[in-house]
């Protein structure tokens, strides 16, 4: 470039191939560089190919997380407000055993996938329980000092030792309150898988066995007295009473007056 006045140069450039290349590629390292930082850190990514996919598989995912943190709040909630009911005494204790709705379900279900292998060894289990039941002798000549009637009802079948049947079955009408029948302690308490339980009472001289209890209101290790309370029936199963002296079966129906 030259001054029109003085014709002197005021300034010049050399242009090579070399430059030029060099210019280009530089340029082009730029723009890239450029557009890289407008893609990750502006909203313009959503509308390249393929991206909106990803972006939906991601708001599905998120949404069933919402969804599941919402049942998981509403139970929450709902437990809350039932201990806050029974605090202020509006619903009973009692009516708060059927709201344990989800532990019953899941229950049940592994309860249904119980496989061949199972059940062969639950039969196998039984199979011995009576082979040694038949070992102790199904008479007893001690006397059994009964007092009171564990439970008021109907005797629908009879202890058989013959047909391995160690029990009477009395049918009860609901809420019917089972008895302890002498004085002795809870030896154990324990769930069956039908949401049932048994009852052992220890006493002195012998032990009593009830089944198929529909609520246990004594805890295991109590020791109650002679017609005390220790359990409520539904009414829906009847109660299995079994009794046993030192190993050996007494027929309650031979010491107990129903």
Do not use: C
């Amino acid at each position: 470039m030259l001054d029109d006045l003085t014709l002197r140069e005021v300034f010049h450039i050399r242009v090579s191939w070399l430059g030029a290349i060099s210019t280009i590629t530089l340029s082009v390292v730029i723009l890239l560089g450029l557009l890289s930082v407008l893609i990750v850190y502006t909203p313009i990514r959503n509308i390249l190919p393929g991206y909106s996919e990803s972006l939906r598989q991601q708001l599905m995912e998120e949404s069933a997380r919402v969804d599941s943190l919402q049942t998981s709040l509403t139970i929450q909630r709902q437990y809350l407000d039932v201990i806050k009911q029974l605090a202020v005494g509006d619903i009973q204790s009692d009516s708060v055993q059927s709201l344990d709705s989800l532990q019953r379900v899941e229950r049940t279900r592994l309860l249904e996938e119980r496989n061949e292998a199972t059940e062969a060894f639950k039969a196998q289990y039984e199979q011995k329980e009576r082979d040694r039941m038949l070992l102790f002798d199904a008479t007893t000549s001690q006397v059994i000092p009964i007092v009171y009637r564990p439970v008021h009802g109907v005797v629908v079948q009879s202890a058989r030792p013959d047909a391995h049947i160690f029990s009477t079955t009395i049918r009860t009408p609901k809420n019917e309150n089972v008895l302890a029948t002498g004085r002795g302690y809870i030896a154990l308490v324990e769930r069956s898988d039908d949401d049932y339980f048994t009852v052992v009472l220890q006493h002195k001289q012998y032990m009593t066995v009830y089944r198929h209890v529909w609520r246990v209101v004594k805890q295991q290790g109590v020791m109650v007295e002679g017609g005390e309370s220790i359990g409520v029936m539904d009414g829906a199963k009847d109660l299995e009473i079994a009794i046993w002296n030192d190993g050996k079966f007494v027929n309650p129906e031979e010491v107990i007056a129903w």
